[in-house]
């Protein structure tokens, strides 16, 4: 399966800390994308990183990417109430986005 | 204006029935697609399609199918719906195969 693992599957922080999620994946990738999907909604793109890049920031995101390791990280800094959401890695590939089974992050206020 | 929008936000129906989920995106995306996310948010792709190219998972029922009127929508048809089918379905459209946008989803409820 070339389904990407996440890591943890939950994570529950105070407002203001970090939240750091990991992903990792089987095969050749193009690129790595993040998605946030808050309850009951769509998934919305966060960033993309391509597999010749290590890092890329956006905002209060960070990403990284390690191909030899085959794993990526997001990290959230000073994270806020709005940011409690499912956050998903994907792959790009020829027929489609491959997702990770996520990461359910809980901002407590 | 909404980038990617499905018709029914909800579909509850019996088992056994043919429904359909409309898609449309007015992004100018060359490639649409549908996704599955079951009870435990895992997401699945179910179709890709790329000018007038459809590529399926071979995991898809054939009882699914998706229809492409014009570059702009991507339905999906399906047939005989069984208590397996009931999930979210999620419509998204890309430039190539690039970042995504993903519609609202659909909530879909076989009884």
């Known amino acids: 399966s070339q389904q990407g693992e996440e890591d943890p599957q939950a994570l529950s922080i105070q407002e203001g800390e970090n939240a750091t999620m990991n992903c990792s994946y089987k095969t050749s990738i193009n690129n790595l994308q993040w998605y946030r999907q808050n309850s009951g909604r769509g998934l919305v793109h966060l960033i993309l990183?391509?597999?010749?890049?290590r890092e890329k920031h956006s905002g209060r995101l960070r990403v990284t990417l390690d191909t030899s390791k085959k794993s990526s990280s997001l990290l959230i800094t000073a994270s806020r109430a709005a940011d409690t959401a499912s956050y998903f890695c994907a792959f790009g590939g020829a027929d489609g986005l491959t997702f990770g089974k996520g990461t359910h992050l809980i901002i407590q206020p | 204006d909404t980038a990617v929008s499905q018709t029914p936000k909800y579909l509850v129906t019996q088992m056994g029935n043919d429904k359909s989920i409309k898609c449309e995106q007015n992004?100018?995306?060359?490639?649409m697609y549908w996704y599955k996310q079951d009870s435990k948010k895992f997401l699945k792709i179910m179709f890709s399609y790329n000018n007038k190219e459809l590529i399926i998972n071979e995991t898809v029922p054939n009882r699914f199918s998706p229809k492409s009127p014009d570059k702009a929508h991507l339905n999906l048809h399906i047939n005989s719906l069984e208590l397996g089918d009931s999930a979210v379905y999620f419509c998204a459209s890309s430039q190539g195969y690039r970042d995504a946008f993903f519609g609202p989803g659909t909530r879909l409820t076989v009884l």
């Open positions: 992004l100018g995306h060359d490639t």
């Open positions: 990183i391509r597999s010749n890049e």
